[in-house]
């Protein structure tokens, strides 16, 4: 029997939580199940018994153990060929600015993943934009991209693809808000497409998807309201990307590391949502 783990993903190959069968696992914990109903049947029928008894708890633990040995076992063995305790972004522990980094080279048609437009068109296809082949035409991908023609010069956005779209990535991660610092970046895109038809969206990108507190309750749901502000979060949106990218992605060396990515996101980056939703919690 394999078990000692729930199961994975389907995105992420190879990851070591694979190991259990999820019927085996069922019935093993229903088995234990019914030993317990059934002593606390005895239990109410003779209180002075013990709920467990003590052979029962070793009989218990002795085949927890036989089974953990054998998950490990069988773990070892596909390492050797899987490594599934491996993954690059545990190595270079990226930062926010590494992360907006990894972003903006998916994001560039010229970048080294040689899928040419392919994650692009599949961002404006999540965020509704279409899938044009004009929208990807004569694309320029830059970070910290300085703003103008606003009050506030030379601000820096985190990631700026100018396209058939003009689109912002405002990545936080750790790092807190500068004040306006949002509102700053929606009245920048106005002034680049205005007199045009092209469409402009910036996207408030955190781990749990929380609203920019530099710009307000209202102006954040008017934003959003008019698709000018998406609030994106690691967990649900860019994942959904990601998967989307590695299932359409061509090469085998950038899908492993687009899985390698989702699994850093599942792990660290959820790790740093429940951080975030802690502190709010004894902050209220």
């Keep these: 029997m394999n078990t000692a783990a729930t199961v994975a993903s389907p995105e992420i190959r190879g990851s070591s939580r694979q190991l259990v069968k999820r019927p085996e696992l069922e019935q093993f914990f229903a088995d234990i199940s019914h030993q317990l ?3 606390e049947t005895n239990l109410a029928h003779d209180s002075s018994r013990p709920l467990v008894g003590k052979s029962e708890l070793e009989q218990f633990f002795a085949a927890v ?4 040995e054998l998950a490990e076992t069988q773990r070892r063995r596909i390492d050797k060929r899987q490594a599934t305790g491996f993954n690059v972004f ?3 522990e990226p930062d926010e ?6 972003l903006a080279g998916l994001l560039d048609p010229k970048g080294g993943h040689g899928q040419g437009d392919l994650f692009l068109r599949l961002l404006f296809k999540q965020l509704g934009l279409g899938s044009d082949v004009k929208l990807t035409k004569d694309v320029t991908v830059q970070r910290e991209a300085p703003t103008h023609g606003i009050q506030k010069y030379r601000r820096r956005m985190d990631v ?14 750790d790092a807190l808000e500068q004040r306006d610092q949002v509102k700053d970046y929606l009245d920048h895109l106005r002034r680049c497409t205005h007199g045009s038809r092209k469409q402009s969206v910036l996207i408030y990108l955190t781990p749990d ?6 710009l307000g309750r209202a102006p954040s749901e008017e934003a959003e309201a008019g698709g000018y502000l998406r609030r994106w979060s690691y967990q649900v949106e860019l994942r959904e990307w990601l998967v989307v990218c590695s299932r359409q992605c061509a090469a085998r060396k950038i899908q492993d590391f687009l899985s390698d990515f989702i699994a850093y996101i599942e792990l660290e980056l959820k790790r740093e949502s429940e951080r975030n939703k802690e502190i709010e919690a ?3």
């Design 37 to 39: 109903e059934l002593s």
């Design 65 to 68: 153990s036989h089974r953990v």
């Design 90 to 92: 545990h190595l270079i």
């Design 97 to 102: 600015n590494k992360l907006s980094d990894i």
């Design 160 to 173: 700026f693809v100018e396209a058939g779209v003009l689109l912002a990535i405002e990545n936080k991660v």
């Design 209 to 214: 998807g929380r609203r920019p507190e530099s």
């Design 282 to 284: 004894d902050e209220n």
